[in-house]
């Protein structure tokens, strides 16, 4: 199940809070963040340059995590203090303090251990030993497995395209291929291009929720072209924003769409004739300033 939270901020800030949050892991989860402002006319002339027809499908790659037990408190601290995002292997290491789920009691826990995350699966006992850890007493545990199946990047690959093949059949035009290398924490993205938003966002539904071994996705789909005018406005102009809809010939090429949600009207520009919808998106944008539009 995806969960979605709006949060209103000025531009700069929503920038820094999107650059420390996205692709960050939050209960074996990946946040997805995005900055979009467009509720204005000059918002709107960046947006219908953007591929809002691309759906960017991310996940944590095949790792693995490693549980390493000390003498004491204090040298358990000491690792972790050390260790906590060191590099390797391309990745940035997590590294954090064994705990107990709330409300469980296991009898055999031990206080005075890490887990050390992000790992690849290639590594070793010897590695681990050698290079992080300096403990012998480390136990090995896959992350992203499901009874013991934890498909690779390519695998995962395969099943996303064949999942979305099965819900827009034939609408697919691209699908490009992860680079070799994850990123720092671990995350492969891979950008599926589609004729329109509206297809797009037909995938997108269609893989919420999904899961792939024990991995969940991250789905990332633009918003489309938006512009909001107040309701006043709206009522004023009903004759021109009326004509300026019966003037779209092929509504399979693109659509404009009218929402009336109380106080405001919001207005959105959808489809895949990018050239046509340029053309409209100046009328659009000259109605809502007020100015006269023919149909």
């Excluded at 072209?225 to 102009?237: D, G």
Aim: glycine content about 6%.
């Amino acid at each position: 199940m995806t969960e979605e939270a709006r949060i209103v901020s000025d531009a700069k800030a929503g920038r820094a809070f999107a650059s420390r949050l996205d692709g960050f892991e939050l209960r074996d989860n990946i946040l997805s963040v995005d900055v979009s402002a467009n509720n204005t006319l000059e918002d709107m002339s960046v947006a219908i340059n953007q591929d809002t027809d691309v759906l960017t499908i991310s996940w944590r790659s095949p790792s693995v995590r490693y549980v390493a037990q000390y003498i004491d408190v204090e040298t358990t601290n000491a690792k972790l203090a050390e260790l906590d995002g060191k590099p390797y292997a391309g990745r940035r290491i997590k590294v954090e303090m064994s705990t107990l789920p709330p409300g469980r009691f296991l009898p055999n826990f031990q206080p005075n251990a890490i887990k050390i995350s992000n790992l690849p699966r290639s590594i070793t006992h010897e590695e681990v030993i050698a290079l992080f850890t300096s403990s012998s007493s480390v136990k090995r545990f896959l992350v992203g497995g499901l009874g013991g199946i934890m498909p690779d990047v390519e695998q995962v690959v395969r099943m996303l395209r064949d999942d979305i093949e099965r819900a827009v059949s034939n609408r697919l035009r691209q699908f490009d291929q992860p680079s070799g290398t994850p990123g720092v924490d671990g995350i492969v993205s891979v950008p599926a291009h589609f004729s329109s938003w509206d297809e797009a966002h037909v995938a997108h539904t269609s893989l919420s929720g999904k899961r792939y071994g024990s991995q969940p996705v991250c789905l990332r789909l633009p918003d489309p072209f938006t512009i909001i005018v107040p309701s006043e406005q709206y009522t004023a102009q009903t004759a021109q924003w009326d004509a300026l809809m019966s003037s779209i010939g092929d509504r399979r090429a693109y659509m404009l769409i009218v929402h009336d949600a109380w106080n405001i009207v919001r207005t959105r520009l959808s489809g895949s004739a990018k050239e046509v919808m340029g053309a409209m998106k100046v009328r659009v944008e000259n109605l809502a300033k007020g100015e006269m539009v023919e149909g």
